[in-house]
């Protein structure tokens, strides 16, 4: 589920504009005119335009987003009285002789501030810049070409402020996505078993965490190994929390004993119930592996077949032909199980059809598809490859053959059972059992 993006705003110049002309908004009230702005020099070429506001009222109405800076004298009248949603330590009852400079801060927070006051008030110029200025100036000994520096330096301050508060917002942001990702994504219940487990996941929307495919792998206390993949239609941030509702929901189901048929016509009324749009539908298949490891039930919601690989065999679909329709497009619609024979060792992957439906090269019309991706894992097969290594060169190739990234979410399950290892394992655990002199209350080794 992506963390939601922040809406489009407008930005100031002070955040675009560079070697450009510049803007200054000058608030001052000086009743005696004894106070001008100098003449601002134009040693780069770019010129300043300059607005004058004599009071805080006038200045909200000119300061808009091409102010790249504001000059604000500190002798301007401040608010008759601080605002009701100002913070403590940021309103005037903190810094009542900033009293003014704080209202601007708060009007033009992504302006550039320059603070303007007396010579012999250095105090509370240096104060102005601790509370939020980009630095200050005094009065007297201003100048032109002092002035268009300060405004300058003023603004590509701000800018670099803004630019590092942006980057410490996206640390924060991602930082923030990798816990909500690792929150959602599944942790694999298989303590226990004899099998090695590999997931791959990668969401076809941009900067998304999840989409709408959804995985889960349970051993249950009887020592069946329980999988699942399933694949919500759709691909916005609504069907990527009913995929994740749904793998809860199964897991849960699993727990609570239900299989075949039964688990899945009770997901598709949890499906029924949480789904937006009565078009939304889900596609599943569902794994029972015998204790044994030798032998597993199968069900299929319009979802393609796993493909398995015996030891020294070519990978191959497994034949299921009278699967049953996808959650949610048919009320009361049964889904049958069937039995299938793993053998000894072996090598099962379940995926979504993301990974089957891109192109077999760029710019062509076919698409991959169910064979493709058989010849495709042989070949990765015989380089010896397995587990995670397996799963990263199959996803990798299919963006290749593709042209480019896959547009639609990707899932792949892996499930290996190697009979050899099993049997070594064995062998270790019955040599390293407590011989008849070691006490009774010594464990013996998990298997």
């Known amino acids: 589920m992506p963390v939601p993006v922040p809406q489009q705003r407008a930005v100031s110049a002070a955040e675009t504009t560079h070697g450009a002309d510049l803007t200054l908004l000058v608030i001052s009230d000086d009743p005696a005119g004894t106070f001008t702005v100098p003449e601002l020099p134009s040693t780069t070429g770019a010129r300043v335009r300059v607005r004058t506001a004599r009071n805080l009222t006038e200045a909200g109405r000119l300061l808009t987003h091409q102010v790249d800076c504001v000059l604000v004298d500190l002798g301007v009248a401040p608010p008759a009285a601080p605002r009701a949603d100002s913070r403590p330590g940021d309103d005037a009852s903190a810094h009542p002789e900033l009293a003014t400079l704080q209202h601007v801060l708060r009007i033009a927070p992504r302006h550039a501030v320059l603070a303007l006051t007396a010579e012999d008030d250095a105090e509370r110029a240096a104060e102005a810049v601790r509370v939020g200025a980009q630095d200050y100036l005094f009065r007297g000994e201003l100048d032109g070409r002092l002035l268009s520096r300060a405004i300058r330096y003023a603004v590509e301050r701000k800018r670099a402020d803004i630019a590092q508060h942006q980057l410490t917002e996206s640390r924060l942001r991602a930082q923030e996505n990798a816990r909500l990702e690792r929150g959602l994504l599944p942790t694999p219940l298989l ?161 979504t059809d993301g990974l089957i439906e891109g192109r077999v090269a760029a710019g062509e019309s076919r698409r991959l598809g169910q064979d493709g991706m058989v010849a ?72």
């Not at 749009?277 to 596609?283: G, N, Q």
């Not at 569902?286 to 032998?295: E, K, N, Q, S, W």
């Not at 480019?404 to 009979?419: H, I, P």
């Not at 270790?428 to 008849?436: C, E, M, Y």
């Open 191 to 351: 303590d226990g078993s004899d099998l090695e487990f590999a997931a791959h996941y990668r969401p076809g929307r941009s900067r998304a965490l999840l989409g709408g495919d959804f995985y889960d792998t349970v051993r249950t206390p009887d020592g069946t190994v329980h999988a699942m993949i399933g694949d919500v239609c759709g691909h916005g941030p609504d069907e990527a929390a009913l995929g994740v509702e749904l793998r809860i929901a199964w897991r849960a189901l699993i727990l609570a004993g239900l299989c075949g048929d039964e688990l899945l016509s009770t997901l598709q009324q949890v499906l029924e119930h949480e789904r937006q749009s009565e078009e939304i539908f889900a596609t599943l298949c569902t794994v029972d592996i015998a204790p044994d490891g030798r032998h597993a039930g199968l069900c299929l919601a319009g979802h393609p077949a796993p493909l398995i690989a015996r030891h020294g065999r070519a990978a191959r679909l497994l034949p299921y032909e009278d699967g049953g329709p996808a959650l949610g497009l048919l009320p009361g619609a049964r889904w049958p199980r069937r039995q299938v024979q793993l053998g000894g060792s072996w090598s099962l992957m379940m995926y």
């Open 376 to 447: 495709m894992i042989n070949g990765q097969l015989d380089r010896g490859l397995g587990g995670e290594e397996l799963l990263e060169a199959a996803v990798a190739q299919a963006q290749e053959l593709n042209g480019g990234e896959l547009t639609d979410d990707v899932a792949v399950l892996l499930l290996e059972r190697d009979e050899d290892r099993i049997r070594r394992r064995g062998r270790s655990a019955t040599h390293s059992r407590p011989g008849p002199g070691l006490s009774a209350g010594v464990q013996r080794p998990p298997l």
